[in-house]
């Protein structure tokens, strides 16, 4: 069986894949201004949205007109008679797209990005790495299998990844409104409304995410409607992508995690997922979780291993991880293990550099290579930066590439216990092919406490 979040049924696929193309970049083409085929309660399956078409206009003037007229817009994103207003994306180039709120009301501004998994909202939407950010979601159906009930404070239960939603804002093109699913609860609208999170449905996403490829990653504003455009822009909340990110994300103390008898790990948390933590103390691991400003020479040693976890940002805004992580890597036989950010921080500390990609890896369906073996794997990324490989010192080599674009997805040491990928192991959500890596380091940690390094 499955995870929780596979939905039963995937029956609106072929319908709204549309009619076949004969060129690779078509132009989209256009669907109808009406409803679309209602899906019953009654009959088990999820409800469909109305699909507004999306209207780009200049921010710096006017406001975009709505499609639609307020009442027919509430009833698209509540299902009912109810109002709720039209909500604007307006990206930093002035291209703007107009759909209907069906999360919190208020003006949010940050980093638009998107991820191309088809499940898995869940994790993402609690996922720290999004902390900041508004995160358009490519595949066209969201909410279809609900939201499961809360978990209990100071748990680490799956399918979440931290004990609330961390993205600025959500842009999906179908919010469903009647999920069918055994463990859900509450819709996604509900969810990100109780928890204040504003949210979009009705956008083109495709046309949304073709003008991110094409132009990079943007900034934006998430605005819905209740006052001038310049106005809300200037009320809007956003986060300090460059210090002040970096202490939302991480734990304020230290704390320990597991009590199996296996091997002692140093967790650096500078926003890890819980599934990451999850993996390790299931393989019996004990954890020591601490923030990344904590004191990590002194705790190193008590610990048979260090794991850099994985978080959002630019790895060059924490000089001071960067410069405790390479006082680590002059331990003899330490063995330390990055994912994600951990990669980047690894790298700076060995002397490499990092650069900010055109509009990163978000998805469950990124291929990479092991270099040598020629090995191919899916992996589950989230992440904006990544290693230039020719800065490398020679004593470090290049362990994995990306398939398709050929950037670093991995580095390792030649002559330490010392490695790290770009991609997350954990999954969470996506593919556990490379779950095998966890187990790689906790024998390396075994090995280095049964030495007594």
């Known amino acids: 069986m499955g995870p929780w979040w596979v939905a039963p049924s995937l029956r609106f696929q072929a319908r709204l894949a549309g009619p076949p193309s004969s060129k690779r970049y078509s132009v989209p083409f256009k669907r109808s201004h009406g409803r679309t085929p209602a899906r019953t309660p009654q009959s088990g399956r999820s409800q469909e949205m109305p699909i507004p078409s999306p209207k780009r206009s200049s921010p710096a ?25 039209p909500t604007t994306l307006i990206l ?49 159906l969201a909410g279809n299998y609900g939201v499961p009930a809360a978990r209990a404070a100071g748990s680490l239960d799956g399918p979440f990844e931290s004990d609330k939603i961390q993205v ?83 734990p304020t103390e230290t704390t320990r995690i597991g009590d199996g008898g296996g091997p002692r790990v140093l967790l650096v948390d500078a926003g890890v997922k819980d599934n990451l933590i ?24 008590d610990v048979d291993g260090v794991l850099l ?55 469950v369906n990124q291929p990479v290579q092991e270099i040598g073996t020629r090995r191919c794997f899916i992996t589950s990324q989230n992440h904006g930066y990544a290693v230039r490989e020719s800065s490398l010192p020679r004593d470090w080599e290049p362990w994995f590439v990306n398939l398709n674009d050929g950037t670093n997805e ?22 556990r092919d490379t779950g095998f890596l966890f187990d790689t380091f906790l024998q390396l940690c075994e090995t280095a406490r049964r030495s007594g390094r």
């Not at 019996?284 to 601490?290: E, H, L, M, Q």
């Open 278 to 301: 999850r993996s390790v103390v299931q393989r019996g691991a004990n954890v020591i979780r601490a923030p990344w400003f904590a004191d990590l020479a002194a705790l190193a040693n």
């Open 410 to 431: 991995g580095i390792r040491a030649r002559f330490k216990p010392v490695f790290s990928v770009q991609f997350h192991p954990d999954a969470g959500p996506g593919p």
């Open 61 to 85: 003037t006017s406001r975009p007109q709505s499609n639609r007229g307020p009442a027919e817009a509430g009833r698209t994103a509540t299902g009912a008679a109810g109002s709720r207003p």
């Open 309 to 363: 976890g994985n978080g959002p940002g630019d790895p060059k805004d924490l000089p001071e991880l960067v410069t405790q992580v390479r006082g680590l890597l002059q331990r003899p036989n330490l063995p330390i293990f990055g994912v994600c950010l951990g990669n980047q921080i690894l790298a700076l500390a060995a002397g490499g550099d990092t650069f900010k990609l055109p509009y990163g890896h978000r998805g």
């Open 168 to 250: 600025q804002g959500l842009v999906v093109q179908h919010a469903i409104t009647h999920p069918s699913h055994h463990a859900s609860v509450r819709t996604l609208g509900e969810w990100l409304t109780g928890e204040g999170v504003p949210a979009v449905t009705g956008i083109d996403t495709r046309t949304l995410t073709r003008r991110l490829r094409e132009h990079g990653t943007m900034r934006g504003w998430l605005l819905p409607g209740e006052h001038p455009v310049e106005e809300e822009q200037r009320a809007a909340q956003g986060v300090e992508m460059h210090r002040e990110l970096f202490q939302l994300v991480a």
């Open 92 to 140: 930093e180039d002035g291209t703007s797209y107009e759909g209907v709120s069906f999360g919190a009301g208020r003006p949010v501004v940050g980093e638009v990005v998107f991820t191309t998994a088809m499940s898995g909202y869940v994790e993402a939407l609690t996922d720290p790495s999004f902390r900041g950010q508004i995160l358009v979601l490519t595949y066209p």
